[in-house]
């Protein structure tokens, strides 16, 4: 028979790790760097956030502006290749299905207004074949001639659709579209990130139109993929934003140097001046001679 004091022991001993309960799988963490697409003050493409970022598609984005960059040279978009870092402890399986990317667009320091900030989140990846979210539309316009345009992708079959986001105040304007889960699926979808490794992932979102109307005026834009699950784990990504602050100004190219004759061409040119005067002066003793022998008739 097991005598109390025993079963008193047993129970202290086995008890606390039965309420604890098994221990929660570690969360996954991703950081976004830009690669291509927009220039930082030093003239460098490949741009890290310095600033640990929320999420876009959480309630606020309390950090704003930075790094610091030359507004993009803009043609009929500009397409922005993002590198996905595993930042965190865990390795990162990549689901087959994906959400789409969320984006942000912002104006501030234009004289008059209040700064401006639109986000639109990237739509959920469906399940069991449903058909995933659209992505959002948020967009502000403000004394502006131009009928700003923004449009976000609709869900596919189990992936979410693209955000948009546009902000457009006197005659400033900026807007943002995000990659949709199917656009990202052939770089990210079943794919496993070890802790350190990384994916580029070209057109991971667009600045599809920008015009600068007030050197003051700073133009910040952003995007960031939202928390999804995968292999038990759920997986966050920080936020990317940056500050276009004015256009590049680009010096001229330096005139080129003043071409040097090459040797063979100088020695050409020497002998040619040493034959003309030889020429000359026999020209000339000829004709002095000519003069003397008509003297002497």
Same mark, same amino acid.
């Given at each position: 028979m097991i005598r109390p004091a025993l079963l008193t022991a047993l129970a202290l001993l086995f008890l606390p790790p039965l309420l604890a309960g098994p221990s929660p799988a570690e969360a996954g963490v991703l950081s976004l760097t830009l690669v291509s697409g927009v220039t930082d003050l030093l003239g460098g493409t490949e741009i890290q956030d310095p600033l640990l970022q929320e999420s876009l598609s959480g309630s606020t984005l309390t950090q704003l502006g930075s790094p610091l960059l030359f507004d993009p040279k803009m043609?009929?978009?500009?397409?922005?290749?993002?590198?996905v870092t595993n930042t965190s402890d865990a390795a990162v399986l990549f689901p087959e299905f994906l959400p789409g990317v969320s984006v942000l667009s912002d104006l501030n320091a234009i004289p008059g207004y209040s700064s401006k900030l639109n986000v639109g989140a990237g739509g959920a990846a469906g399940k069991?074949?449903?058909?995933?979210?659209?992505?959002? %539309? =948020?967009?502000?316009?403000?004394?502006? =001639?131009?009928?700003?345009?923004? +449009?976000?992708?609709?869900?596919? %079959?189990?992936?979410?659709?693209?955000?948009?986001a546009g902000t457009a105040v006197a +005659?400033?304007? %900026?807007?943002?579209?995000?990659a949709s889960g199917e656009d990202l699926a052939p770089y990210l979808a079943g794919k496993t990130l070890n802790p350190g490794e990384w994916i580029d992932v070209p057109n991971f979102a667009f600045i599809t139109t920008f015009h600068r109307a007030l050197d003051e005026a700073r133009f910040a834009f952003g995007f960031d993929l939202p928390t999804f699950n995968s292999g038990g784990i759920s997986v966050?990504?920080?936020?990317?934003?940056?500050?276009?602050t004015g256009p590049m100004i680009e010096a001229p190219p330096p005139p080129p140097p003043p071409s040097d004759v090459s040797e063979p061409a100088s020695l050409t040119l020497l002998v040619t001046g040493l034959a003309?005067?030889?020429?000359?002066?026999?020209? =000339?003793? =000829?004709?002095?001679?000519?003069? +003397?022998?008509?003297?002497?008739?």
């Open positions: 043609d009929l978009l500009t397409s922005l290749t993002v590198r069991a074949g449903l058909p995933g979210a659209d992505g959002a %539309i =948020s967009r502000t316009v403000l004394d502006t =001639s131009y009928d700003l345009l923004v +449009e976000g992708s609709p869900g596919t %079959i189990s992936n979410g659709g693209g955000g948009a +005659e400033n304007w %900026i807007a943002m579209k995000g966050t990504t920080g936020a990317w934003t940056g500050t276009c003309l005067g030889a020429t000359r002066r026999g020209l =000339s003793r =000829s004709r002095q001679k000519t003069r +003397e022998d008509l003297a002497g008739v």
